[in-house]
């Protein structure tokens, strides 16, 4: 069972415009989600994270909202750039710093000039 | 700033042979280390979890006789794929982060080819 589900699998928006990443959670115990994005060829690298505290993160362009009672929480990448095309990973954590990272199945985001 | 240097990048090894990858962490102490391995797919499996002075955790469909792994120190980290096959083939990844911390930090993979 997916314990992380992430959709959609693919997007492909204009540059300019808002692309919206969906994840979603199983283990209420989860208390750190990440989202890391990958360039081909090379290694997910950390790009914004989120703790239930809060049910928004901006960084830049890059914003999260959270959604605890619907165990949901997606990534806003505003004004688009054909930079941003790349696999996107969200994942989920629980207590402890255990550094045990469930990660969905990506979605690939290609934002076309 | 904290990096985690993993080698060697890509290895091709025959079928049946066992090949060794290495990961060191600088900039911070990597207490806990994780390894995973992405699939053609680009799913991630999470192989184990090992954290210094406790014992390393498994996942399900992964054992310590397949890829056993080493984590003798709070910088380094190793791990074996012993008598590899097709099915290994992929990008493995180790990702270590300091006690107290929340960011893991990927190394840059190893892409393991079995012939």
């Known amino acids: 069972q997916q314990q992380v589900r992430q959709s959609p699998q693919s997007l492909t928006v204009w540059e300019g415009e808002t692309a919206i990443l969906n994840c979603s959670y199983e283990?209420?115990?989860?208390?750190?989600f990440p989202w890391y994005h990958q360039f081909p060829g090379e290694s997910p690298a950390l790009l914004i994270a989120?703790?239930?505290?809060?049910n928004k993160k901006e960084d830049g362009r890059f914003t999260i909202f959270f959604n605890k009672r619907e165990k949901k929480f997606s990534l806003h990448i505003a004004d688009s750039q054909p930079g941003d095309s790349a696999t996107y990973f969200c994942?989920?954590?629980?207590?402890?710093?255990?550094?045990?990272?469930?990660f969905g199945l990506g979605t690939t985001l290609q934002v076309q000039p | 700033g904290a990096l985690v240097y993993q080698y060697p990048r890509r290895t091709i090894c025959k079928s049946g042979t066992s090949m060794r990858m290495e990961c060191q962490a600088v900039g911070f102490q990597a207490t806990s280390v994780a390894w995973y391995r992405q699939s053609p797919q680009k799913t991630f499996e999470l192989i184990a979890l090992s954290t210094v002075n406790s014992a390393i955790k498994y996942e399900q469909n992964f054992t310590q006789e397949k890829f056993p792994i080493s984590h003798p120190n709070l910088s380094f980290s190793s791990m074996t794929v012993l008598n590899a096959y097709l099915e290994d083939r992929g990008l493995y990844l180790c990702?270590?982060?300091?006690?107290?911390?929340?960011?893991?930090?990927f190394g840059s993979g190893t892409r393991l080819t079995v012939l």
């Open positions: 283990d209420s115990t989860f208390d750190y």
């Open positions: 990702g270590a982060r300091d006690w107290g911390e929340e960011t893991l930090y």
């Open positions: 994942a989920a954590s629980g207590a402890g710093n255990t550094g045990k990272l469930i």
């Open positions: 989120i703790r239930p505290v809060s």
